[in-house]
C-alpha cells in the first residue's frame, strides 16, 4: 500500500487525517521536505492559500513537492489545497504562485466571502451523492482538455466544476473532510 | 450526472464552524489600516482583525470602546484575500448586524471592546456570519457556544505583551475537559450545574474530549516562542493583537511567529525564528493593572 501523507503546514489536516484512518490508512504528516521524501502520495488539506504557499516557502517544500509532482506524484486537494495545484489564480495575491500540476483556472472565493458560504449534495459521476461544503471555496472557471470533470455545481449561473482530476492528481472546491463521508477520498486512495 | 441548480444552505453550523477550521495552526493578526493588513498577508496570517486601535492603545487611551467605523473596515476588505474579522461590544447586536451587513467573515463579539450589555451577550444563532468569543473557564466558553459561538478563544489579558492570563485559561479549561472525562454519566449533571453550563453540551465534551468548535489562544502572544507555548498547551491557533505592530520590526516579528507556529513541536525552528527580532512589544505586568479586560463577559 503506497504511503499516504497530509500536508500539515496549516488547515483542517485534522480533519483528512481522520477521514484516510477510517479508510484504514495512517497518514504520515507533511512538515518538512526529509518528511515529503517518506510518502508516496500527498493530500493538501483545506486553510488559506496565501498562508500555505508563504509556509512552502519558508519550510523549503516548494521546490521538492514541485519536483514530486512533476514527477507523477498523486496528489489531492480540496478548496486551498485545489487553488495550490491549480495552474492558474484568478482574484489571488498579485504574486499568487500555483504548482500547475491541474490545468484548471481557479477563482478564489469564486462564490462569495464567508456570509455566502453554504453546504448542498453533490453528485458525482459515479452515481454517489455526497455532502458538500464549500467554505469561501474556490470556483473552476476553466478547465484543460485532459481534465476529467467528476462533479458540477450549479450557483444559479450554469454548471461549475467541483471535483476533477488529471491523470493521478485530483483537486475538489469543497470539504468532504468535514463530513464523514469517505467517498471521495476513498476514490483517491483505490486510484493509487 | 445531473446538475441541481441552487444555492444551497447558508449559515449552518457546519459552514461557520468549518471556517474556524480552515484557520487552524495559523496566526489571525490585530491590523488598523490597510497598510498593516498587507504586511500581515505577506507574513503568512490566515485572517485579520480589523479595528481602529490594538488593545494596548485602548488600554492606554481609556474611554469607551467601540466597533471600528465601517469605511475602514472596508479598506482592509479591499486590500487582502484572506477573510477580515472584527469586534463587536458583548450584547451589542445591532453593532454585530453592522459588521454582518459589511461583508465581514468573522466576529468577535469582544471583551476588548466596552461591554454593551451587562447580563447578555449576542444571541448569535441568527446570523450567518459566525462568531468569535473569549473565554476563561469550561463554563465560559460553553455558555458561548450555547450561544452560537463558533469558535472559542482564551481571553488572556489583551494588550499587556504578558502572556500569563492566556496559559491560566488555556489551562483551566483543558483541565476542565479532562475532570469531564473523567466522570461518570451520573456525575455529570451536577458538573453541568457547577460550571453553569447547557448539560447537552457537558456531555458532549465529555463524551469527545475537546470542545465542539476549534480553541483559539489570544491575549499577550508576543514572541514566536510564546505561540509556541500555547500551541504545546492546546491551543489550535494564535489571535496576535498588539505584539506584532508594537515590536521593534513587524515585518520580522509576524513571520516568525508564523512560522513558529506550523512548527511549534520543532524547537530548532523556533529558536531560529527568535534570533535577532529586536525587541517585542514593552508590555505590563498584570498584576498591577488597573482594569482587567477578562473580566468582562459573562
Not at chain 1, 54 to 81: D, K, V, W, Y
Request: proline share 5%; charged share 20%; glycine share 10%.
Amino acid at each position: 500500500m503506497p504511503r499516504v501523507g497530509v500536508l500539515a503546514l496549516q488547515g483542517d489536516v485534522r480533519e483528512h487525517t481522520a477521514s484516510l484512518q477510517r479508510l484504514g490508512i495512517e497518514p504520515l504528516l507533511v512538515k518538512t521536505p526529509e518528511q515529503l521524501a517518506l510518502v508516496d502520495a500527498l493530500v493538501l488539506p483545506g486553510g488559506e492559500s496565501t498562508a500555505i504557499a508563504h509556509l512552502l516557502i519558508t519550510s523549503g517544500l516548494r521546490e521538492p513537492l514541485q519536483e514530486r509532482l512533476n514527477s507523477g506524484m498523486p496528489a489531492f486537494g480540496t478548496c486551498a489545497g485545489l487553488i495550490a495545484l491549480s495552474s492558474e489564480v484568478l482574484d489571488g495575491r498579485a504574486d499568487q504562485w500555483s504548482f500547475h500540476a491541474l490545468d484548471v483556472s481557479v477563482r478564489r472565493n469564486g462564490y462569495g466571502r464567508q456570509v455566502a458560504s453554504f453546504e448542498t449534495p453533490v453528485e458525482l459521476s459515479t452515481g454517489d451523492l455526497v455532502p458538500g461544503v464549500f467554505i469561501r471555496a474556490p470556483r473552476i472557471e476553466r478547465f484543460g482538455d485532459s481534465v476529467e470533470v467528476l462533479a458540477t455545481h450549479d450557483h444559479g449561473d450554469g454548471a461549475h466544476p467541483v471535483l476533477v482530476r488529471q491523470g493521478a492528481v485530483w483537486g475538489c472546491s469543497f470539504h468532504p473532510e468535514l463530513t464523514s463521508n469517505t467517498v471521495i477520498h476513498e476514490i483517491f486512495v483505490k486510484a493509487l | 450526472m445531473t446538475s441541481h441548480e441552487n444555492s444551497g444552505s447558508i449559515g449552518t453550523a457546519r459552514v461557520k464552524r468549518g471556517l474556524a477550521d480552515m484557520l487552524r495552526g495559523g496566526v489571525i493578526m490585530d491590523v488598523v489600516n490597510p497598510e498593516q493588513a498587507r504586511i500581515a498577508e505577506d507574513a503568512g496570517a490566515v485572517a485579520v482583525m480589523a479595528l481602529e486601535r490594538v488593545p494596548s492603545d485602548i488600554r492606554r487611551d481609556g474611554g469607551v470602546a467601540r466597533m471600528s467605523d465601517p469605511q475602514m473596515i472596508q479598506e482592509i476588505q479591499a486590500t487582502v484575500t484572506i477573510p477580515v474579522m472584527a469586534k463587536s461590544r458583548i450584547g451589542h447586536f445591532a453593532e454585530a448586524q453592522i459588521l454582518q451587513a459589511l461583508d465581514v467573515d468573522y466576529i468577535d463579539e469582544s471583551e476588548v471592546l466596552t461591554p454593551a450589555d451587562e447580563v447578555n451577550h449576542i444571541d448569535k444563532w441568527g446570523f450567518t456570519v459566525p462568531f468569535v468569543c473569549g473565554a476563561t473557564n469550561l463554563g465560559e466558553a460553553l455558555r458561548r457556544i450555547g450561544e452560537g459561538a463558533c469558535m472559542i478563544r482564551s481571553k488572556g489579558e489583551a494588550g499587556t505583551g504578558n502572556i500569563v492570563e492566556a496559559v491560566r485559561h488555556l489551562r483551566t479549561i483543558n483541565q476542565a475537559i479532562r475532570m469531564l472525562q473523567l466522570a461518570d454519566e451520573a456525575e455529570l449533571y451536577a458538573m453541568a450545574k457547577d460550571l453553569q453550563a447547557p448539560l447537552p453540551l457537558v456531555q458532549e465534551v465529555a463524551a469527545a474530549g475537546k470542545l465542539p468548535v476549534p480553541l483559539f489562544c489570544a491575549g499577550g502572544i508576543s514572541t514566536p516562542a510564546d505561540a509556541a507555548l500555547v500551541l504545546q498547551l492546546g491551543a489550535e491557533a494564535v489571535f496576535v493583537g498588539s505584539g506584532i505592530f508594537k515590536s521593534d520590526d513587524p515585518e520580522r516579528m509576524a513571520k516568525a511567529i508564523v512560522e513558529a507556529t506550523t512548527h511549534y513541536q520543532d524547537a530548532a525552528v523556533v529558536a531560529r525564528v527568535s534570533t535577532g527580532l529586536g525587541a517585542a512589544m514593552k508590555g505590563f505586568e498584570t498584576a498591577t493593572l488597573e482594569q482587567r479586560l477578562s473580566e468582562r463577559g459573562w
